[in-house]
């Protein structure tokens, strides 16, 4: 079955950096294109980032904008979020996503057919 897994999650102070990847299974991969959401508590889930199915075109939060990137490898079947300049805002659940139709910019989460079950971030202030 699909199966997304992320790692890379933790604990960071406020202005440092992590990075999370996502591991698939049991998809074709380089078929779907992939975006990064992020829910923290009493919040809705919001999308952070996206990425086209082959890497070329990339989609930002404006609020994530300029601070995080996302990039893929499709030989590897991972998709990563580089998250530099983190703020305590940033604190949330992160959860990657698969979306065999779109191109990497939608926002609505009903379009992704498959999601991770999410990686914990925490900044500090």
């Known amino acids: 079955q699909v199966q997304l897994l992320e790692s890379g999650g933790g604990l960071v102070q406020a202005g440092g950096s992590l990075r999370l990847s996502c591991a698939a299974s049991?998809?074709?991969?380089?078929?779907?294109?992939m975006g990064w959401f992020r829910q923290s508590p009493g919040k809705e889930r919001e999308f952070v980032g996206g990425?086209?199915?082959?890497?070329?075109?990339?989609y930002y939060a404006d609020s994530v904008k300029g601070r995080f990137t996302v990039s893929r490898d499709n030989a590897k079947n991972t998709v990563a979020l580089q998250m530099d300049s983190l703020k305590p805002e940033d604190t949330a659940a992160y959860f990657c996503?698969?979306?065999?139709?779109?191109?990497?910019?939608?926002?609505?989460?009903?379009?992704?057919?498959?999601w991770g079950q999410g990686t914990q971030v925490t900044v500090s202030s």
């Open positions: 990425i086209s199915r082959s890497g070329n075109n990339k």
């Open positions: 049991g998809l074709t991969f380089s078929r779907y294109a």
């Open positions: 996503a698969a979306d065999r139709g779109g191109g990497g910019d939608t926002q609505q989460q009903i379009a992704y057919e498959y």
